[in-house]
């Protein structure tokens, strides 16, 4: 099994990818791959955003974890 890719560069490949599809919007012909170009849109700024949502709650986990093992470390003493 293969190992995801760092968000970083996740974030930079779907970028990539939103430029190509606004070059593909503006070369549209009709309404029809102007409408499938939207919706590719949508998908993938939608990933982006979760790419980032998720990297927030991991730093959420992170100090959640600190706080905890302050907390520990008090009851300890």
Partial sequence: MDKHKPSDEMIKDLDNLL???????????DEHQKSSVKVMRALVEGQ???INEF????KAIDLLTLQLFDVQNKVKN
């Fill in 55 to 58: 990297q927030h709650l991991k």
């Fill in 48 to 50: 982006m955003h979760s």
């Fill in 19 to 29: 430029s190509k599809l606004n070059a593909m919007e503006i070369v549209a012909s």
